[in-house]
């Protein structure tokens, strides 16, 4: 017995026909750079997350850093995110010249801490960068209000929560703009690198057309700062694809999670809290265990593949402490790195796996006493 942590190529297969005509259509066009599809995506993925404006981009570290161009933030500035992210969080944040500006995640939720985010405000703050984590949206009422009580912006991270709701609304649609990865395994995934930012702000959407052009608003005139971030054709014709899947998709990833849910109710375990009125969309299905690693390892020799998202909060990373001791820092973030375990999560994951891997979970727990 062999449970993957991803599934891709289950998905593949079922999707080949498709796949393969959007890939010779293009062929046949030639338009590889800014195409046909590449501007009908957008259009499709605005209307997906209820936004006026979609633009592709080539990363969901693209779309993040764009957006925050978009708002000329830049050095001198600082940006307030979580420290229980990916590092691409961050990292859009400092390839902008500003500063992140790390606050600790929430003991229930795991997202931003909203309350914590008034106090990390100075005279340089200049936008909020919350994290939709796993697939959970932060909490953004909060964020919106604190936003329009200092004049700051709201770019929503939603890399990891493709289709997610906020009370009604799809997240990418709350705040000033949002940036998507489609890194492969992410709900919508491309056959590469590929990102998309959205946004309501027609101005913003404008500008961060001609950024990710190396800044070009007219052609050969490169009046903003020059550097290439263009979504390729090609992984836009997949996306189109795969995007008439992601309700489905994000619908079965929901049907999974609850079956998790009820079989791992008398485990030792916790979960991440779902506030009423978030939907959920389970980029990840994360566990807390006290003896994560030795679960982890246990599920290894059964053939479970899992994960740990993510070893290290993003200020203890090298390249952000900097060789300074930032250990205690943000102690909630910290400890949760220490005990999550992402388990397998895929649409085509079948009950019986998932069966399988609770019952291994309850087993290796029995044993550890
Ligand atoms: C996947 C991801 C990104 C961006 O990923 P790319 O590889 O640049 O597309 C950013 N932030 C988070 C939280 C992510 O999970």
Not at 180 to 208: H, Q, R, V, W
Not at 352 to 364: A, C, D, G, P, R
Request: charged share 20%; proline share 5%; with cysteine.
């Amino acid at each position: 017995m062999n449970i993957p942590f991803v599934g891709l190529s289950i998905q593949h297969k079922h999707l080949h026909n498709e796949i393969n005509s959007a890939i010779q259509g293009v062929m046949n066009r030639g338009d590889f750079i800014l195409g046909k599809d590449v501007s009908s995506l957008e259009e499709e993925f605005a209307a997906y997350c209820g936004t006026k404006y979609a633009i592709g981009v080539d990363s969901g570290l693209s779309a993040l850093e764009l957006s925050l161009r978009a708002y000329d933030i830049g050095p001198g500035d600082e940006v307030i995110v979580p420290a229980l992210t990916f590092t691409a969080t961050a990292a859009a944040i400092s390839f902008t010249g500003a500063t992140p500006k790390f606050i600790d995640v929430d003991p229930e939720t795991w997202n931003i801490d909203a309350e914590k985010i008034e106090e990390a405000i100075t005279p340089h703050t200049k936008a909020i960068l919350p994290v939709h984590l796993y697939g959970l949206p932060a909490d953004m009422h909060m964020m919106l209000g604190i936003a329009e009580k200092y004049n700051l912006k709201v770019v929503e991270g939603a890399c990891e929560a493709h289709g997610a709701m906020y009370k009604g609304y799809k997240v990418g649609s709350l705040g000033n703009a949002a940036g998507f990865s489609f890194y492969p395994t992410k709900n919508l995934g491309a056959c590469g690198d590929a990102g998309m930012i959205t946004t309501n702000d027609a101005k913003a959407a404008e500008k961060i057309r001609a950024l990710r052009n190396y800044g070009q608003r007219v052609k050969n005139i490169h009046e903003l700062h020059p550097s290439n971030h263009r979504l390729d054709s090609l992984q836009a014709a997949i996306l189109r694809v795969k995007l008439k899947h992601l309700e489905e998709w994000n619908a079965s990833r929901c049907r999974i999670s609850a079956l998790y849910n009820e079989l791992l109710s008398n485990a030792d375990v916790t979960r991440q809290m779902k506030p009423p009125g978030y939907q959920h969309v389970y980029y990840l299905y994360v566990i807390r265990s006290r003896n994560r690693d030795a679960l982890q390892a246990h599920l290894k020799g059964r053939g479970i593949e899992t994960a740990i998202h993510y070893p290290l909060p993003v200020h203890l990373q090298p390249y952000y402490a900097k060789g300074e001791d930032r250990h205690g820092q943000f102690p909630i973030a910290e400890k949760l790195c220490n005990e999550v375990l992402s388990l397998p999560m895929y649409p085509e994951l079948t009950e019986e796996q998932v069966e399988i891997i609770v019952s291994e979970i309850k087993l290796s727990q029995k044993t550890a006493v």
